[in-house]
C-alpha cells in the first residue's frame, strides 16, 4: 500500500501567486525597509508616467483608483489568509489605491502636488485618524484596503483646499 502525505492544513487559493503579486504591487511590498512607502512611490510615479505622457488630468486617479479598489480588497484578503496575517506588511496595493485617490484632490499636477500628495497620504496613513484606523477592523481585504482609502480621501481634501489658495 501507498502511503501519501497528509494534505496540508490550509491549501492556497488556486489564484494565491497572482493575488500576491497585484497585493505586493509586483514586488514593492518586497522591500525591506517600509515598504508601504515605496508602494506609495510607486503609484506616484505611474501617476507622473500617465500624466507626463498620456495627459491625465487628476480627476482621472480617483477612477483609477476606485477601477482598481475591488481586485486589491480580493488581492489583499487572498494574501492575507495565505499568510495568516491579518494585513501582511508586503501588501502595498491599498497604498497604490489611496495614493492615487490621494493625486485626485490636486489642483493640478507638477512636482510640488506630486510631493504634497505623497507626503499627506503617508501622514494620514501612518496616524490614522478617526474614522481611518476603525477601518481597519474591517474584514479581510475590505478592512486592509478600506483605511487606506479613507488615508487618500483625507489627503485629497487637504490637497484640494491648498488648491483653492494656490498653495502649491
Known sequence: MKNNPPAPAFAPPRHAGAAAALATWFGCGSVPVAPGTAGS??????????????????????????????AAMWSAGVTARARKDKDPRAVVVDEVAGQW???????????????????????FDIFKPPPVR???????GIGIVADDLAAGVYAALVLFLAGCFNLY
Open 41 to 70: 512611490a510607486a503609484a506616484v510615479a505611474i501617476a507622473w508616467a500617465l500624466a507626463a505622457y498620456a495627459g491625465w488630468k487628476p480627476l482621472y486617479f480617483a477612477a483609477l483608483a476606485a477601477a482598481l479598489t475591488p
Open 101 to 123: 485617490l490621494a493625486l485626485a484632490g490636486a489642483a493640478t499636477l507638477n512636482w510640488k502636488s506630486y510631493l504634497a500628495a505623497f507626503l499627506l497620504f503617508r501622514l
Open 134 to 140: 476603525q477601518l481597519e477592523r474591517l474584514p479581510g
